[in-house]
């Protein structure tokens, strides 16, 4: 018990050791945004006020939340210093929410405002920077939230588990978990919303809507559908979502606006939908799946096998 204990502290100090370095390197990044950026920008007024809370956020509360948890660190008072950090967690999902409309009204002020484009390169010429960009700085507390989850688990791992400091950290790694869960559910629907937004502006024409609320993006690609009369095999595109699958062909490469776009040829529902291998279970080359609708049933072929069989999970997934 006494070697398990004298381990444990070993690597907790460890990696308390390893927490607060990073923290002090995460705060001087952080620094340079609030110094160099925020402070000068409010004295300046190169930016109105309200372009400068969309354009930064929180920024400056996590920082200072930052600064307290490092000085609790320094001092050595992990627990205390934690708790105190659990209480400021909610402004990285804040963060997270608004960082595509941060994006987007920086990329529109170094547009249209000549004076704040001018500020920007001159700010980011000063060597503390050393050739980083402010787009480059601004995701950081995000990175840095996925840090704090592993460096709280390690430290969690080992702490003696009748010790009090065990259930308060055990609480600080739940707050940290959840926070980290919120933040990655807002990217995973951004980058959805990005496939989506990508998809409906390679179908020709505003027919097809892929837009809706609660679409999710599954996978897309080439695959041959065999006719049910002896005709020849046809290389459709496909795009499967968790609600519909969608046939589409290339539109005439000569065609003056659509020459790189897809026509959509069929969308099927999926809530009625049978999904079957027909070939392809063993080592041949390639496959067949059978995907019967009510009043249609599509015959899909691929000389990839891998390709099949990840195409056969994806539709049973979706269909489930």
């Excluded at 402010?134 to 460096?151: I, S, V």
Aim: charged share 25%; net charge positive; hydrophobic share 35%.
């Amino acid at each position: 018990v006494e070697e398990q204990r004298a381990r444990w502290e070993r690597k907790r100090s460890r990696t308390a050791k390893e927490l607060l370095e990073t923290e002090h390197k995460y705060l001087e990044q952080l620094d340079l945004v609030v110094t160099f950026f925020v402070t000068i920008l409010k004295a300046k007024g190169t930016l109105k006020p309200a372009v400068l809370e969309t354009i930064f956020g929180p920024l400056e509360s996590i920082y200072s939340a930052s600064q307290v948890l490092s000085l609790h660190l320094e001092r050595g008072n992990l627990g205390p210093g934690l708790e105190n950090f659990c209480q400021n967690l909610e402004l990285y999902g804040h963060y997270a929410e608004n960082l595509e409309l941060a994006n987007k009204t920086l990329k529109e002020q170094l547009t249209k405002n000549k004076s704040f484009r001018r500020f920007k390169k001159l700010q980011e010429t000063r060597p503390q920077f050393q050739g980083r960009k402010l787009e480059d700085l601004l995701p950081l507390p995000l990175q840095r939230l996925h840090q704090y989850k592993h460096f709280l688990r390690d430290l969690l791992e080992n702490t003696s588990p009748d010790s009090a400091e065990y259930q308060k950290l055990a609480k600080v790694v739940k707050s940290v978990s959840d926070v980290s869960r919120w933040v990655q559910d807002i990217i995973r629907k951004r980058e959805n919303s990005l496939q989506l937004l990508r998809v409906q502006k390679l179908l020709k024409g505003q027919k097809t809507q892929v837009l809706t609320p609660g679409r999710w993006y599954i996978r897309e690609g080439w695959l041959l559908v065999v006719p049910s009369k002896g005709e020849e095999l046809k290389r459709r595109m496909f795009f499967l979502f968790s609600d519909i699958f969608i046939a589409t062909k290339p539109c005439h490469p000569l065609h003056p606006l659509n020459s790189n776009k897809l026509a959509c040829q069929a969308v099927y529902p999926l809530h009625q939908c049978i999904v079957d291998k027909v070939f392809g279970h063993t080592q041949s080359q390639g496959g067949l799946l059978s995907l019967s609708f009510p009043h249609k049933t599509l015959l899909l072929m691929s000389s990839d096998q891998q390709d099949i069989n990840d195409w056969y999970q994806s539709l049973t997934a979706a269909v489930r």
